[in-house]
Nanobody, 131 residues
Framework: KVQLVESGGDSVQAGGSLRLSCAVS????????MTWFRQAPGEEREGVAA????????AYAESVKGRFTISRDDAKNTLYLQMNSLKPEDTAVYYC????????????????????????WGRGTQVTVSS
């Protein structure tokens, strides 16, 4: 059974930084695409950043470009999200997702930020940014 466990969420002031982690088990599981999503109260879940394991290609939502960096440690089978210059509007529960349900091509993947295309989800970690 594939499990994703997020950690690293916290309360910080605007301008601060956090690094989120998503540990994947079993260690042998390798998802070709892993993505961070977030969901604020009363809002829909939105995609933040995607990582493609074949060549390390990454993609970001416009709202986080230049501030967030997604990466993956293959040895630890862990996905990361480095978040800098945090803003109050970044406040949300952050989830990692894996297991695409259908084929895709990384550079033309217009479904990467659609929650419905992912099979596995973690339970989320809370990020709160105060002004």
């Amino acid at each position: 059974k594939v499990q994703l466990v997020e950690s690293g969420g916290d309360s910080v002031q605007a301008g601060g930084s956090l690094r989120l982690s998503c540990a994947v088990s079993p260690h042998s599981y390798n998802s070709a695409c892993m993505t961070w999503f977030r969901q604020a109260p009363g809002e829909e879940r939105e995609g933040v950043a995607a990582f493609y394991s074949l060549d390390g290609y990454t993609a970001y939502a416009e709202s986080v470009k230049g501030r967030f960096t997604i990466s993956r440690d293959d040895a630890k089978n862990t996905l990361y999200l480095q978040m800098n210059s945090l803003k109050p509007e970044d406040t949300a529960v952050y989830y990692c997702a894996a297991g695409r349900k259908s084929p895709f091509s990384a550079r033309t993947d217009d479904m990467r930020f659609s929650p419905s295309v992912y099979e596995y989800w973690g339970r989320g970690t809370q990020v709160t940014v105060s002004s």
